[in-house]
């Protein structure tokens, strides 16, 4: 048993909450669920792609198309591996320019077909390479934030683990962002908070509460819509709970956003955007 | 020289002296000190600096006069945004857009809003940025420029709603765009709703852009981070300044996790322009000239 897991259970036998630091290390379980795994549960016929078809392949970025209790839909995510092995094939969930621009692809094509796009956030950032820096990072996700944000099919994204700075973001520009409750999703890793700002890495767990990344905070901050419950102890504990409860989120919501206009879906994304952080910036 | 040099600490002491009194309250003693200094500067030689990338001498004025270029070998100092605007645009055609903010925290984090206070008595600007309206050549257009030397041009709430406001506006009255550059990346002291800044600036981009709208991203040293992974990456015409710091990850943080050192000239304006990612290196002293080329040719 991993040691998260016994100190998750000491927590709980006290009648306490996991904190954020308990948080994030859940959200970094090795067991928890991963995007093959909510892609197999949620959806049928499913069809991969891959290839920027700019000359590269990316594993940290997994998708393809798929039905959704009959509705074609895209469906893309981050991938960090079940296994050491697979965990280097696809670089830890960390993608370079090529992920990005693979992702891009699958969602420009799924606005051509009408399709709508649901993404898994759960990386702990873009990878920080000499090529992923050579073709184009930055340029990359940027052009997925702008991309994104005026599509004209619905989009949900889902923060499942780790959601971490940039990197998550550039698969996160949409309709309705949900997120499971232990996931975290913050501008960076709690360690690089506190050697950036404090210059003293061990101080990730003081980083990890001053920095409000728990879906609590992102809920009162306007930057995630809803809190997926996971069952007691964290969602690799009882897998099906949580997939059962993203289905009925994502047939709920589909519902909604499909009866909504290309252009409604559009101008409703620049919208919330445009206002998340309305409460901080307006003077009273 | 070194006995210049002496005569510069002597006098950086002094003045830090007289802020530590003004600070207490201030005296005349304090304030005869300054009287002093000033009439000291009026008979004092020529501050001389040394360019960094070739070691020569010149005066600051000399500096001042060339752009914040070395006049030896082209090094291209950072430069004070309002002197960029002074040197972009026609005489006295720059207006200024100001807003107003109430003080943005959102972490509370601690030290962070005497950090901002102190840099906005240091610097004289509220924020990393500086946007307005002015004309290039007869041609209007809605510029901004970033201010590297404001907590490392970081991007937070009140940045990202200027460079976002610049856009609405450049959109609504149909005007071209034009950003300088210039940040270490997101504000962490604003958490996750500065990583939203990078979704909001660029959907107003997007949104201009799809509107017709021109774009012109000059990149100036350095542009890293959520700033460069964002707005600053969506140019319809991307330029740089020679030698400026490009890229996503700093080059420490790529050291760091690479185990090995990055190449020379690596995340370089010459390294994007090799790779593909800018149309062209324009030096300071082609700027105006370039932006006016570039708003001439997409004039309706
Ligand atoms: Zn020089």
């Known amino acids: 048993m991993e040691e998260i897991d016994s100190r998750i259970d000491e927590i709980l036998a006290q009648g306490k909450k996991p904190g954020p630091m308990d948080k994030v290390l859940l959200a970094r379980h090795p067991k928890r669920p991963k995007i093959n795994q909510y892609i197999d549960y949620l959806f049928t016929n499913f069809f991969e792609q891959k290839g920027d078809f700019l000359g590269k392949e990316d594993g940290s970025i997994f998708g393809g198309i798929a039905l959704f209790h009959g509705m074609p839909v895209t469906v893309l995510g981050h991938r960090k591996g079940n296994d050491l092995q697979e965990n280097i094939a696809c670089n830890f969930g960390m993608p370079g320019p090529e992920g990005y621009r693979k992702a891009l692809r699958m969602m420009t094509q799924a606005e051509k077909f009408g399709r709508p796009i649901i993404t898994f956030i759960d990386t702990p950032g873009a990878y920080p390479g000499i090529e992923a820096e050579m073709y184009g990072q930055s340029q990359a996700i940027a052009r997925n934030l702008a991309a994104m944000s005026s599509m004209q099919v619905p989009i949900i994204a889902i923060v499942t683990g780790e959601g971490s700075s940039g990197g998550a973001l550039a698969i996160g520009v949409a309709n309705k962002v949900f997120m499971l409750e232990h996931a975290v999703y913050s501008i960076l890793s709690p360690e690089g908070f506190s050697s950036i700002l404090w210059n003293d890495a061990s101080r990730k767990e003081e980083a990890s509460e001053v920095m409000k990344l728990t879906a609590d905070d992102l809920l009162k901050f306007g930057v995630i819509d809803e809190i997926i419950p996971e069952p007691i102890g964290g969602a690799h504990r009882a897998p099906t709970i949580v997939f059962e409860r993203i289905d009925q989120l994502l047939c709920r919501e589909l519902k909604t956003l499909c009866a909504k206009s290309g252009s409604e879906l559009a101008r409703s994304r620049y919208q919330k955007f445009r206002t998340m952080d309305e409460q901080f910036r307006v003077m009273e | ?300």
């Open chain 2, 1 to 300: 020289m070194d006995n210049l040099l002496e005569k510069r600490k002597g006098k950086f002491e002094k003045l830090r002296v007289l802020r530590e009194q003004q600070r207490n309250g201030g005296n005349d003693a304090a304030s005869d000190l300054a009287a002093d200094i000033r009439e000291k500067e009026k008979t004092m030689p020529e501050l001389f600096v040394e360019c960094p990338a070739c070691h020569k001498e010149f005066t600051k004025r000399h500096l001042r006069d060339n752009l914040y270029v070395c006049p030896e070998c082209g090094y291209h100092y950072g430069m004070p945004p309002e002197k960029r605007i002074v040197a972009l645009c026609d005489e006295g055609s720059f207006k200024r857009f100001r807003y107003h903010f109430p003080e943005i925290d959102p972490l509370e984090f601690e030290g962070y809003r005497e950090k901002k206070a102190d840099l906005r008595e240091k610097t004289r600007q509220d924020e990393a940025v500086l946007t307005g309206v002015g004309k290039i050549e007869g041609k209007k257009a809605v510029i901004a420029v970033m201010n590297s030397k404001f907590l490392m041009g970081s991007m937070g709430i009140q940045l990202g709603e200027t460079v976002t406001l610049a856009v609405e506006y450049a959109e609504k009255h149909n005007l071209p765009l034009i950003i300088f550059t210039a940040s270490g990346g997101a504000r962490m002291q604003e958490g996750i709703l500065s990583l939203m800044q990078m979704a909001k600036t660029s959907t107003a981009i997007e949104r201009f852009q799809k509107k017709g709208g021109l774009y012109i991203a000059y990149f100036t040293h350095p542009t890293t981070g959520g700033v460069s992974a964002s707005f600053a990456g969506l140019g319809d015409i991307t330029l740089a300044e020679p030698k400026a710091l490009v890229g996503f990850a700093g080059p420490r943080v790529i050291e760091q996790t690479i185990g090995q050192k990055l190449p020379e000239g690596f995340q370089r304006s010459e390294y994007l322009e090799e790779h593909g990612f800018v149309d062209q290196i324009v030096p300071r002293s082609k700027m105006r000239q370039v932006i006016s080329q570039i708003l001439t040719l997409h004039q309706k």
